[in-house]
DNA sequence: TTCGGCGTAA
DNA sequence: TATAATTACGCCGAAG
């Protein structure tokens, strides 16, 4: 087959892009468009050329051998728009990931390398196609060489070969170079001849042919002026032609041969594109990996499908796949099970399963080992039949989310394709997805399900290798496996409802709602969507002609901080903000939460995500119970509604004090910190003693402010920014606030300092107990990129550690309240507290045993201190 | 269906 | 350099 070179005109191509697109970006604020543009051109080049060759040509620095000849050249450009260049590392991640050479010559610029390697292609007699924005490029046009100018957008283009060429400017393609010379290029500051544009320039080229023979003829030239003109300005066209015209030769390092185009790294491209959210061009990429997947499903697994399971099906360490296909799993219907050890595969209906004694003895038996995918879901799926399971030895997906946090695929087809195990498929291309999820037939589900038990199955040995090697397997087989089960049971548990006063507290919001939108609409005048922000901002910023404070990427902003700027100028400011807290209160935590109660048990049964955030805390969902109002007195009373399950019973609450800061002291091993914990001290007003050097007694209530602030900020991974917005002062105050702490706590300066490198030289940083977020974006060329990865860096440590903490407690509380026989029942986690039930006789127990359990969870160098109160619901528990 | 804006928690 | 605080979830309207 003969041999296709594409060459693309790299700057000349992004340029485009950016000018083109509108100013997108992704949600992390990066621009994207250049790079959008860019990759849809090239996908589209890829597609249509087809090229066994590629090569993408950049300029290289601001000198060139032209700039010699000619100061001035390109004189006069405008600058790279920062928003353009922040994309140019994207753009060669871009070309990495498609494994498309790149290459840029010093002194010389992209049209040189372009042309000199076309011509050894040309030489070769192979085909070339060059891709650029550039008009100059046109003189390499040839029997062999085409040329494709973008037109407008960017994937819209003409392509020269010589016959168009001749149509389109009557000219071959050496002649192009004449003609640049004659009319020159403003876009290079190319001098050009005077008041010689492009139809004069080809008028005196169709009828002498050269720029040397128009020079030399000019006698004959009709028309006194442009003789005149061009007698002249001689040798600024000659001195133009030479600018002009693209060196062939010059002394590229790459060959022909190290340009070749074989296939893109799937890999790299899916998350280079996820990144930088092109979904509509993930799509494409995303797919072919699914098909890939199609293909090996068709290798044979066989199975048997069994109605009842005898012991000696049951022997060894055993894969079970306990399959739920709901999302929400409380009381949900078991879709069937799958087994698989060393005595073979089996399939059995739900129904089959639990109706099995011995199925169900065995997974009552500790001793028989089980290696699950979600054994959480099982757990609460079997748990609401009153079938409970025990032995869990292993479980994929808790090991999978340990081993990086930062992947948020965690179906068992993707973490088995990690690996390398092929033969299964994702559940969403089995079940489907959306309104058209529904199950197969029984004979492709059970398939399935086996090759999913056959994968976790396979996975164990490899995960646990892994888990190894980076030392957490503690974190897996300690922490989490153990807080799974004491999950389960909390989400079974479940937290009772007061329906009656959640209902009652909705009917007085829902007058109080109503009435306060009819005033807001007699203010404004008009009748509108008040939930709208849209609708919301034209009314504030157009009608009423309120000051814009700040935009969003859609139109105006409305939310609170700026409205609160502006509670003064209007009456009707007050009443959205007001109508805003109570609409939130409405829908989100009255109509909500009725919503969510289960119809049996009365009792709301969260679901908490133990494998999803990136510093290892928990997360709430259906409903989520993490955040519950409680600052603002009007939501505060929604906690009146969460009450305990039994008669004379009370909720009991305790939370860890300032347990982030503690780890922070511990983990920076700041003396002064530490000090300050072991003296008991009241950690904000420390912290104004120290950073604004005065007495204890002398701290006012706003330098307290302050200073809680600047320790917010400090666990965060803090910027003078941040904190300047957060007490509404001025960057530079922020900023000396911020010297002040450091200097006040060298200890915390320096983890600052330490745990950044750390996280450059090895890519990721680690918590108490190990657990690991990976941050490679720490060594990203953009600003954005690398100073979020460095906050983090600071902030997982402290976050995640304090979650370890916790999550130990809740261990131990677990066992704790067994070993005692009490009643009470651990309820919730709201990441630095935890909520229980009790019995009013076992208060006094518990006001011991919490506290004591929860701080010593762990052991640091600060003391841990916890606070605890109870009442007769949660809210009275404060 | 999906996205952006907004607001709730630690 | 040019930007801006950590971790989550859910509701609504407005786009597709």
């Not at 290079?188 to 009828?207: H, M, R, S």
């Not at 559940?427 to 589900?445: Q, T």
């Amino acid at each position: 087959m003969k041999n296709k070179l594409v060459l693309i005109d790299g700057n000349s191509i992004l340029y485009r892009a950016f000018f083109a697109l509108p100013l997108l970006s992704n949600s992390k604020g990066i621009y994207t468009n250049a790079v959008y543009g860019f990759a849809q051109m090239l996908l589209k080049v890829l597609d249509e050329e087809k090229p066994t060759h590629l090569l993408v040509a950049f300029d290289a620095s601001k000198k060139t051998f032209r700039h010699e000849k000619y100061e001035e050249y390109k004189g006069g450009r405008q600058k790279t728009p920062p928003e353009l260049s922040e994309q140019i590392p994207f753009v060669h991640d871009l070309l990495d990931a498609f494994r498309i050479s790149k290459y840029e010559l010093e002194n010389y610029e992209a049209d040189d390398v372009i042309g000199t390697l076309s011509k050894q292609a040309e030489d070769e007699n192979w085909e070339v196609k060059v891709i650029t924005g550039d008009k100059d490029l046109l003189q390499l046009v040839s029997d062999r060489v085409s040329v494709a100018l973008t037109r407008k957008g960017i994937t819209d283009v003409d392509t020269y070969d010589p016959v168009a060429l001749r149509e389109r400017y009557g000219i071959d393609a050496s002649q192009i170079i004449d003609m640049k010379s004659l009319m020159g290029d403003p876009s290079d500051n190319i001098p050009g001849v005077p008041g010689v544009g492009e139809k004069t320039a080809l008028k005196l080229l169709k009828q002498f042919g050269s720029l040397e023979t128009i020079l030399n003829s000019i006698d004959e030239i009709s028309g006194k002026k442009i003789k005149e003109t061009l007698e002249n300005n001689h040798d600024l066209a000659l001195l133009s032609k030479e600018l002009v015209t693209i060196d062939r030769n010059s002394p590229i390092e790459v060959s022909l041969n190290d340009v070749s185009y074989g296939n893109y790294d799937q890999e790299s491209v899916v998350r280079l594109f996820t990144d930088l959210e092109f979904k509509s061009l993930l799509d494409r990429f995303e797919h072919e990996e699914s098909e890939e997947a199609e293909s090996d499903s068709k290798i044979d697994i066989s199975f048997e499908t069994v109605t009842e399971l005898s012991s000696n099906m049951l022997k060894g360490e055993t894969a079970l796949i306990v399959e739920v296909m709901e999302e929400n799993y409380h009381q949900a219907e078991i879709q069937g099970i799958a087994i698989v050890n060393e005595t073979g595969k089996y399939f059995m209906t739900a129904e089959d399963a639990c109706k099995s004694a011995e199925f169900k003895q065995w997974l009552n038996d500790e001793t028989k080992k089980k290696i699950t995918f979600d054994k959480k879901r099982a757990e609460v799926a079997l748990g609401w039949q009153n079938i409970e399971i025990k032995g869990f030895s292993f479980d994929v997906l808790i090991a999978s989310y340990l081993l990086n946090t930062t992947e948020s695929r965690h179906d068992i087809a993707e973490i088995a394709n990690r690996e390398n195990i092929t033969y299964v498929q994702s559940d969403e291309s089995v079940y489907g997805k959306g309104a058209k999820r529904k199950m197969p037939e029984r004979e492709a589900l059970a398939n399935h399900l086996i090759r999913k038990a056959q994968a976790v199955y396979e996975l164990k040995d490899i995960l646990t290798d892994k888990l190894e090697k980076n030392e957490q397997y503690s974190l897996f087989d300690q922490l989490e496996m153990p807080l799974s089960n004491v999950l389960a049971q909390m989400e079974l548990q479940g937290i009772k409802v007061d329906i009656d006063r959640l209902k009652n507290m909705g009917k007085e919001l829902d007058e109080r709602l109503k009435t306060i939108e009819q005033e807001v609409y007699e203010e404004a005048g008009v009748k509108f969507n008040l939930n709208s922000p849209k609708q919301l901002g034209e009314v504030l910023f157009d009608k009423l002609n309120l000051p814009v404070i700040k935009k969003t990427k859609t139109g105006y902003s409305t939310s609170a901080d700026v409205l609160e700027k502006l509670q003064n100028q209007h009456e009707i400011i007050p009443k959205i903000l007001l109508y805003r807290q109570l609409g939130k209160l409405y829908s989100t935590y009255i109509e909500g939460l009725l919503k969510v109660v289960n119809n049996n048990t009365g009792k709301i049964h969260t679901r908490f995500n133990q494998v999803l955030t990136q510093t290892g805390r928990l997360s709430s969902i259906d409903p989520n119970l993490q955040n519950i109002p409680i600052r603002l007195e009007e939501g505060r009373k929604i906690r009146q509604a969460f009450i305990p399950s039994k008669k004379g019973w009370v909720i009991f609450a305790a939370d860890y004090s300032q347990i982030e800061l503690r780890v922070l002291a511990h983990i920076a091993q700041d003396e002064k910190l530490i000090q300050a914990f072991k003296e008991d001290m009241d950690i904000h007003t420390k912290t104004a003693m120290d950073v604004f050097h005065v007495a204890k007694e002398e701290v006012t209530p706003l330098m307290r402010r302050h200073a809680k602030a600047v320790n917010f900020g400090i666990v965060y991974g803090i910027s003078d920014y941040g904190l300047s917005q957060s007490l509404s002062i001025t960057r530079k105050e922020a900023g000396e606030f911020i010297d002040r702490y450091l200097k006040s706590f060298p200890g915390v300066k320096r983890y600052m300092d330490e745990i950044v490198q750390k996280a450059k030289s090895d890519g990721f940083v680690t918590t108490l107990l190990h657990r690991r977020r990976y941050l490679p974006e720490i060594k990203s060329r953009n600003y954005n990129l690398r100073s979020f990865a460095e906050r983090t860096a600071m902030n997982t440590p402290i976050q995640g550690s304090a979650a370890d903490i916790i999550k130990k407690a809740m261990i131990e509380m677990n066992n704790r309240l067994q070993s005692e026989k009490l009643e009470t029942n651990m309820l919730l986690q709201v990441h630095d507290e935890l909520i229980f039930e009790a019995p009013e006789h076992e208060i006094d127990k518990l006001k011991q045993i919490v506290p004591e359990v929860m701080e010593q969870a762990v052991e640091l160098d600060v003391p841990l201190k916890v606070d605890y109160s109870y009442g007769a619901t949660w809210y009275d528990a404060k």
